[in-house]
């Protein structure tokens, strides 16, 4: 085992679009676990739009990070040294780990995950936070109805296609926007979206109009923007708005100003609310029970955009704000203990 290991800081926080200059590439020695802690081998990091926010010195439902300290974010690994009796060398874990090469981590900071249910990848994605996001953001506030049309916009991203299939799951018409013919033809050639709009080839509102004629029930929302502005105007009476994200204006230096929701809330009985992940943490074993049920029957898919070696790690989190990405997009950091 190697006795130096490179790891990625926050050496600035970002103005703007975040830029390489942001990020500083150190190295550091490789520590050993002391009693009840694990040394984890990083092969698989999860880059995700939130962890820009966490960028910024404000208050927010997560700590942001300190300047000068190893980012962190979802990691799979395996144990390469243990002074746990829970764990042994070669066991998969994953946990909110370095962006590093190898973590020393306490034993409650890490749990089992088993490779032969699912690629260890899928734990990062369809089974993880990103699945349990949409099926909670979706089911409990969205509250799909047989029949009702469902929009989700980010549609080609993690949680966008695990929204749009799960909601054809309950037997509702789901209309799913992105930003590329090839994101297109995944959502209706393979996911089995009714319908899909390019928003940077067509015109939205009129493109919404036509696939909704029966107006909007569920707006699934991972972007924010122009594009959620075109939604209001469908919306039907009762509406369900879950609010998961804003990603048009994670990078924004100015005000992001647009048109005013309230009207179009009061006038149609809608209810638009914002939520995280955590809010659900009592509930995660029954969320991960139906996504591991769903995907055992072939009634999910999901895609992964993988970037491989650690030095692309920070060009992987940017491509996210380019919509470079299919899926969920992670980085293999490294093989898998022999």
Not at 13 to 39: H, I, K, N, Q, Y
Request: charged content about 25%; overall charge negative; some cysteine.
């Amino acid at each position: 085992m190697a006795e130096t290991q490179k790891q990625i800081k926050l050496k600035k926080r970002p103005l703007g679009t975040p830029v390489m200059e942001d990020f500083e590439f150190t190295e550091a020695s490789v520590p050993s676990p002391s009693e009840g802690e694990v040394l984890v081998k990083t092969l698989y990091i999860s880059v995700d739009p939130y962890l820009r926010g966490r960028m910024q010195n404000t208050k927010s439902y997560v700590a942001p990070f300190e300047l000068n300290e190893v980012i962190t974010s979802g990691v799979v690994g395996q144990i390469a040294e243990s002074k746990s009796e829970h764990f042994s060398k070669g066991d998969y874990v994953i946990g909110m780990l370095g962006w590093q090469e190898y973590t020393l981590a306490k034993e409650k900071e890490v749990r089992k995950i088993d490779p032969n249910l699912a690629p260890v990848t899928a734990y990062l994605s369809i089974l993880g936070l990103t699945g349990l996001t949409a099926y909670f953001g979706l089911l409990d506030i969205g509250q799909p109805k047989e029949g009702e049309t469902v929009v989700v916009s980010g549609a080609a991203g993690a949680v966008g296609s695990a929204v749009g299939q799960i909601a054809k799951i309950k037997g509702a018409h789901v209309v799913g926007i992105a930003g590329s013919e090839e994101k297109i033809r995944y959502l209706t050639d393979e996911l089995g979206f009714d319908e899909a709009i390019n928003y940077k080839t067509e015109d939205v509102p009129a493109a919404l109009k036509k696939a909704c004629p029966n107006g909007i029930d569920v707006y699934f929302d991972n972007v924010g923007g122009e594009i959620s502005d075109a939604v209001f105007p469908l919306l039907n009476r009762q509406a369900r708005i879950p609010v998961c994200g804003a990603i048009s204006a994670y990078n924004k230096v100015e005000a992001d100003v647009g048109p005013r929701v309230q009207t179009a809330l009061i006038k149609t009985s809608s209810l638009m609310k914002g939520f995280t992940v955590g809010d659900y943490s009592s509930r995660f074993k029954e969320g991960a029970a139906d996504l591991g049920r769903w995907l055992q029957e072939g009634k999910l898919k999901y895609e992964e955009t993988i970037t491989e070696g650690f030095d692309q790690t920070i060009d992987a989190f940017l491509d996210l704000f380019k919509g470079a990405n299919l899926g969920k997009q992670l980085v293999k950091v490294a093989g898998e203990i022999e």
